[in-house]
C-alpha cells in the first residue's frame, strides 16, 4: 500500500467536539452528512446517496475546481456504477451471483480476477483473526458477506482516485473510508455514537485517510455466528475497528464481535488496525 494511503487519523479532545462540528457521523440510527461549513474556494463539493438490494452508500466529494463538473460527475458515476455491479456480480443472496455460482462449484476463484482477490482476502482474515473470521464456516458454504460492504467501497473509491478526486467520504451503515480533506479544507471530523447508550458522547475522530468498520451496531443479536460452535456470538453489543482499508476494518470488526475480547490481542503495537469499541453485553 503507498505511504499517502496510510491511515492518519487523530483521537480529538471532547472538548473539541463542542465547538467545531462534525463532518460525518456514525451511529446505531444511521450514518449521515452533518450540514456542511463554509466550501474554500476552488473546490467542487457534491453529495450522493445510492441505494442496492443490500445497503444504502452515501458519498461526498470534494475535488478541485480544475477538474470540471463534467469530470466529477463521470468519476461519480463510475463509483456509484461499482457499487451496483459488485451487488449485482457478488451478493451470496443472488443464485446467479459469482459467489453462488463459487459456492455450487460451477466456477474456480481463479475464473475471475476481483473474485479471486475477494476469496485470497477472506483467507488471509481467517488467518490473522485465528479463525474467529471465517467466510466457509457459514451455513451454505463460502459467504464473504462479513468483508463484502467494506470491499465494494474500496473498489468504489479506487475509482474515484483514478478519476483523480483524491479528496472524498463514502459511508454505509456505520462504515466508512475518507480520503485527503472536507470541503473546509481541514481533516474530516468523525463523531463515532455508542451503539446503545445515546446518552454517551460521541468518540470524535479527525482523519485525512482510512477506514472504520463496525459489527453489531444495532445491537441486534444472532447476526454473526461464532465459527468454532455453530452457534449466534452473543459476548459484545458491538465492535468498531479503524485501519488502511475498510474490508479489513470489516473483517476485523466481524471477528471481535465473534471472539469477544479475546479478538483484542489480534491488535498489537505493530498493527495498522486499532479497536475503538468492544462492549460487553
Same mark, same amino acid.
Given at each position: 500500500?503507498?505511504?499517502?494511503?496510510?491511515?492518519?487519523?487523530?483521537?480529538?479532545?471532547?472538548?473539541?467536539?463542542?465547538?467545531?462540528?462534525?463532518?460525518?457521523?456514525?451511529?446505531?440510527?444511521?450514518?449521515?452528512?452533518?450540514?456542511?461549513?463554509?466550501?474554500?474556494?476552488?473546490?467542487?463539493?457534491?453529495?450522493?446517496?445510492?441505494?442496492?438490494?443490500?445497503?444504502?452508500?452515501?458519498?461526498?466529494?470534494?475535488?478541485?475546481?480544475?477538474?470540471?463538473?463534467?469530470?466529477?460527475?463521470?468519476?461519480?458515476?463510475?463509483? &456509484?456504477?461499482?457499487?451496483?455491479?459488485?451487488?449485482?456480480?457478488?451478493?451470496?443472496?443472488?443464485?446467479?451471483?459469482?459467489?453462488?455460482?463459487?459456492?455450487?462449484?460451477?466456477?474456480?476463484?481463479?475464473?475471475?480476477?476481483?473474485?479471486?482477490?475477494?476469496?485470497?482476502?477472506?483467507?488471509?482474515?481467517?488467518?490473522?483473526?485465528?479463525?474467529?473470521?471465517?467466510?466457509?464456516? &457459514?451455513?451454505?458454504?463460502?459467504?464473504?458477506?462479513?468483508?463484502?460492504?467494506?470491499?465494494?467501497?474500496?473498489?468504489?473509491?479506487?475509482?474515484?482516485?483514478?478519476?483523480?478526486?483524491?479528496?472524498?467520504?463514502?459511508?454505509?451503515?456505520?462504515?466508512?473510508?475518507?480520503?485527503?480533506?472536507?470541503?473546509?479544507?481541514?481533516?474530516?471530523?468523525?463523531?463515532?455514537?455508542?451503539?446503545?447508550?445515546?446518552?454517551?458522547?460521541?468518540?470524535?475522530?479527525?482523519?485525512?485517510?482510512?477506514? &472504520?468498520?463496525?459489527?453489531?451496531?444495532?445491537?441486534?443479536?444472532?447476526? &454473526?455466528?461464532?465459527?468454532?460452535?455453530?452457534?449466534?456470538?452473543?459476548?459484545?453489543?458491538?465492535?468498531?475497528?479503524?485501519?488502511?482499508?475498510?474490508?479489513?476494518?470489516?473483517?476485523?470488526?466481524?471477528?471481535?464481535?465473534?471472539?469477544?475480547?479475546?479478538?483484542?490481542?489480534?491488535?498489537?503495537?505493530?498493527?495498522?488496525?486499532?479497536?475503538?469499541?468492544?462492549?460487553?453485553?
Amino acid at each position: 500500500m503507498r505511504i499517502d494511503e496510510q491511515p492518519r487519523t487523530r483521537w480529538v479532545d471532547q472538548s473539541a467536539f463542542h465547538s467545531r462540528r462534525p463532518d460525518l457521523r456514525l451511529g446505531p440510527r444511521s450514518q449521515r452528512f452533518d450540514r456542511p461549513g463554509a466550501v474554500t474556494g476552488d473546490r467542487i463539493a457534491v453529495r450522493h446517496t445510492v441505494r442496492t438490494s443490500t445497503a444504502e452508500y452515501a458519498l461526498l466529494l470534494n475535488a478541485p475546481e480544475w477538474l470540471g463538473h463534467r469530470r466529477v460527475g463521470e468519476a461519480l458515476r463510475d463509483a &456509484v456504477a461499482e457499487l451496483r455491479a459488485i451487488d449485482l456480480t457478488y451478493g451470496p443472496n443472488r443464485p446467479e451471483s459469482l459467489v453462488s455460482r463459487l459456492r455450487r462449484g460451477e466456477i474456480s476463484a481463479e475464473s475471475y480476477p476481483p473474485l479471486a482477490d475477494l476469496v485470497d482476502r477472506c483467507a488471509a482474515m481467517r488467518a490473522a483473526t485465528d479463525g474467529w473470521f471465517d467466510a466457509w464456516a &457459514v451455513p451454505g458454504g463460502f459467504d464473504p458477506g462479513g468483508l463484502l460492504g467494506g470491499w465494494a467501497v474500496e473498489r468504489a473509491a479506487a475509482r474515484l482516485r483514478a478519476a483523480g478526486v483524491h479528496d472524498y467520504a463514502v459511508l454505509t451503515g456505520a462504515d466508512l473510508v475518507v480520503r485527503g480533506h472536507a470541503p473546509h479544507g481541514g481533516p474530516w471530523r468523525v463523531a463515532v455514537h455508542h451503539p446503545t447508550d445515546r446518552r454517551r458522547a460521541p468518540l470524535v475522530l479527525e482523519m485525512t485517510a482510512g477506514a &472504520v468498520g463496525t459489527s453489531g451496531v444495532t445491537g441486534r443479536q444472532g447476526h &454473526v455466528v461464532d465459527p468454532h460452535t455453530g452457534e449466534p456470538a452473543d459476548q459484545l453489543v458491538a465492535a468498531t475497528v479503524v485501519g488502511p482499508d475498510l474490508a479489513v476494518a470489516d473483517a476485523y470488526a466481524t471477528a471481535l464481535y465473534a471472539a469477544g475480547s479475546a479478538g483484542l490481542a489480534w491488535f498489537g503495537s505493530g498493527s495498522d488496525y486499532r479497536p475503538l469499541f468492544a462492549h460487553r453485553r
